[in-house]
């Protein structure tokens, strides 16, 4: 409905509904250019969507302009009537798609960056350039690409972290991101185009000294051979003598990809000894959509093989031992640590 302020709800005008299907769900949104009116259309928690638009101006009827629901589809931007989108169609790990809303058929789609070996988590166009947001073994790199997708340079990020809220229009000469880790405070920082600089905007206040603890990345195999990534924070100095109180954490599922984060009850955790670990199970997008795949309906017994493996390794490594050992899951974490109780 379209509701303008400062008049009854009784007024409203309806501008698009599905009473045929009514599963969907179709949250709005108006380009940059202010020409369109774009609908992104999903079913349930599945990542595959549809796009709809009209011009703003006018009462015409949308056009299903992505109606298959074949692959995920994510609006960059346009440029006139070039829609720009990220993609996972014929590329698991996603790719960049240029198309032409005038030439909508699949023949005249132009890929403009294509699939990389890391995984692309997300995109968007600032001083006329693509910014490319890649999962790299579960950590963000930042790369930027001209709008033919010529590679241009790497934005270097202060550690081995995660790139949240990153912010910036098309014709900007400077965009704002936040920037975080196990061990790094969310902080804002800005990018400048014209100079390729990246430097601080404001930091978190708190009282933590980071210099005496130290995150490394480890890799493992699940029990079917599959090499599963895991971060591991703790004190400087640790001795591996398998006494330690080590808490790991895990999620593994519905597409979502677990990347380094900072908490304050961790650090307390940490400052009293504790190791904590996060383990990068299947069931999400750390590589793409055949990883979450590989962990999910059927094959959901992969997700409990990778956790159960990943306390395996710390037992064998002498991080700690089954009765210093916790695990940690929410939301569909919930389900995970639970199940892995059960089993072992």
Not at 16 to 21: G, I, L, N
Not at 39 to 58: A, F, M, Q, T
Not at 178 to 186: E, H, K, V
Not at 260 to 281: H, Y
Request: negative net charge; proline residues 6%; charged residues 25%.
């Amino acid at each position: 409905w379209w509701h303008r302020l400062g008049t009854p709800q009784s007024a409203d005008q309806l501008i698009y509904e599905r009473p045929d299907a009514k599963e969907l769900c179709f949250p709005p949104y108006i380009t940059e250019d202010g020409r369109y009116l774009v609908l992104y259309v999903w079913h349930g928690s599945e990542p595959k969507n549809r796009i709809y638009y009209r011009d703003v101006e006018g009462n015409g009827p949308f056009i299903k302009l992505l109606d298959e629901a074949d692959a995920a589809y994510i609006p960059i931007d346009n440029i006139d009537t070039i829609f720009y989108f990220q993609t996972d169609l014929d590329a698991p790990r996603s790719r960049l798609i240029a198309i032409d809303i005038e030439n909508p058929d699949r023949e005249n789609w132009r890929e403009i960056v294509p699939e990389q070996a890391d995984t692309l988590s997300y995109a968007a166009m600032v001083n006329n350039e693509f910014v490319l947001g890649y999962m790299h073994d579960a950590h963000h790199q930042l790369r930027l690409y001209d709008l033919n997708g010529t590679f241009l340079n790497e934005i270097e990020l202060p550690t081995m972290g995660s790139v949240a809220g990153l912010s910036g229009k098309r014709e900007d000469t400077e965009m704002f991101l936040g920037f975080t880790s196990f061990l790094y405070p969310m902080s804002i920082f800005r990018y400048d185009f014209r100079t390729n600089e990246l430097v601080q905007f404001r930091k978190s206040e708190i009282d933590f000294d980071p210099s005496g603890y130290k995150t490394k990345q480890v890799f493992y195999c699940s029990k079917d051979g599959t090499r599963v990534p895991m971060f591991i924070t703790h004190k400087k100095g640790l001795k591996l003598d398998g006494n330690n109180p080590t808490l790991l954490w895990g999620y593994g599922g519905f597409n979502i990809g677990i990347t380094p984060s900072f908490s304050v009850p961790r650090l307390i955790w940490l400052e009293n000894g504790g190791i904590f670990a996060v383990a990068n199970i299947r069931g999400g997008n750390e590589y793409g959509e055949a990883w979450h795949e590989s962990g999910m309906l059927d094959r959901k017994q992969n997700v409990f093989d990778d956790f159960i493996a990943a306390a395996e390794w710390l037992i064998e490594n002498k991080y700690t031992k089954p009765q210093k050992l916790a695990i940690e899951g929410r939301s569909n974490g919930g389900l995970l640590v639970p199940a892995c109780l059960v089993q072992r």
